[in-house]
């Protein structure tokens, strides 16, 4: 949940929320479809990685990002944080898998 998380529980107080997915940033940073293509254009342009062909597995992969850049700012390679289960469940739902597979947690 993220009220066990100190930045996203900071967050979501912000704006007297209980969830950091009720958080007015939520939807605009991490579910706003047109904003993520615009982030993973430019994603792409930097670091030339390749992402999956399909939309909704592109947009959650940058829909993670967006989040943690939101909340914790710029980690540095290979630092990475555990996403609280109600913003996976939100960007999961707003761009659901082809097949219902879903990839969990990966230090890669």
């Excluded at 670091?47 to 939309?55: A, G, Q």
């Excluded at 944080?81 to 219902?100: D, T, Y």
Aim: aromatic letters at 12%; a positive charge.
């Amino acid at each position: 949940c993220c009220q066990e998380i100190r930045q996203t529980r900071g967050m979501a107080a912000e704006e007297s929320t209980q969830c950091i997915t009720e958080h007015e940033g939520f939807s605009e940073v991490c579910l706003a479809r047109h904003a993520l293509r615009a982030v993973y254009n430019r994603y792409n342009q930097c670091y030339r990685k390749s992402i999956p062909n399909e939309e909704n597995k592109r947009s959650r992969f940058m829909a993670y990002r967006m989040m943690v850049h939101w909340c914790w700012g710029f980690l540095g390679k290979e630092l990475r944080v555990h996403l609280p289960s109600c913003a996976v469940s939100a960007i999961r739902q707003k761009f659901p898998s082809e097949n219902g597979d879903y990839t969990g947690f990966n230090y890669e």
